[in-house]
């Protein structure tokens, strides 16, 4: 398999503009996460589904952010209007079942908003 | 609010030196306490896991120490390596968040100096 596959890599967008981060979970995975990564606060959980149903978005930090899971091998972070504190790397990550479960991550897309 | 608190924020270790690094939580409803491990421009990867059943476990290089009275955990890594700079990751996890419950702490990046 080949893992959480994300994108883009590297996105720089001038503050205002739409975003959109993409990410593809491993196949069989029941549970996707989107993270935020910075350095004052670490990983932060933004929100989850399970079966591409939303179940707990409270990590959203604000209606600019939304994301959606059309199918079980697609999902997509938006942030409209983005803003520079919005920079930061996101990760998307995948598990199969049990909460104990290993967590896969991608490799992050890592956002600048100038 | 941190659920799980991690220290230090950063570690510098000589090669063949022992790498030390604490966590401490206060829900004494977790019940799963993984370590995960992030180099440089990856996503985080599951490194070992401990749960409060025993006191320590052990995986090569890694162990796991775990003190349930003091709600403390604990990773040493012996013989540190220069392959064994990145960033490291504990977590804590309790059923009675539901599916998602990982909790991390805010990370320790190690450097193994050669």
């Known amino acids: 398999d080949a893992g959480v596959i994300q994108s883009p890599r590297h996105e720089v967008t001038e503050m205002g503009q739409e975003v959109t981060l993409r990410c593809k979970p491993i196949?069989?995975?029941?549970?996707l996460f989107w993270y935020r990564q910075t350095m004052m606060r670490g990983l932060e959980l933004l929100i989850y589904f399970n079966n591409n149903v939303p179940i707990d978005d409270s990590g959203m930090p604000e209606d600019r952010f939304s994301a959606k899971m059309p199918n079980a091998s697609f999902s997509t972070l938006k942030i409209q209007p983005s803003e520079p504190r919005d920079s930061a790397v996101y990760f998307c990550?995948?598990?199969?079942?049990?909460?104990?479960?290993?967590?896969?991550f991608g490799e992050g897309s890592r956002l600048t908003v100038l | 609010q941190q659920q799980v608190k991690q220290s230090p924020q950063s570690l510098i270790v000589q090669k063949g030196g022992i790498s030390i690094i604490n966590c401490a939580y206060e829900n004494t409803a977790f019940d799963y306490f993984p370590w995960y491990q992030q180099f440089p421009g990856k996503g985080p990867a599951l490194l070992i896991a401990i749960r409060p059943d025993v006191s320590e476990k052990k995986e090569g290089r890694f162990t796991i120490s775990f003190n349930k009275s003091a709600k403390q955990f604990s990773l040493h890594i012996m013989d540190s390596q220069p392959g064994d700079s990145a960033t490291y990751f504990c977590?804590?996890?309790?059923?009675?968040?539901?599916?998602?419950?990982?909790?991390f702490g805010t990370g320790t990046r190690l450097t193994v100096i050669p």
């Open positions: 990550a995948s598990r199969q079942g049990a909460r104990t479960g290993e967590l896969f």
């Open positions: 977590a804590a996890s309790a059923q009675f968040a539901g599916a998602n419950n990982l909790f």
């Open positions: 196949s069989g995975h029941d549970y």
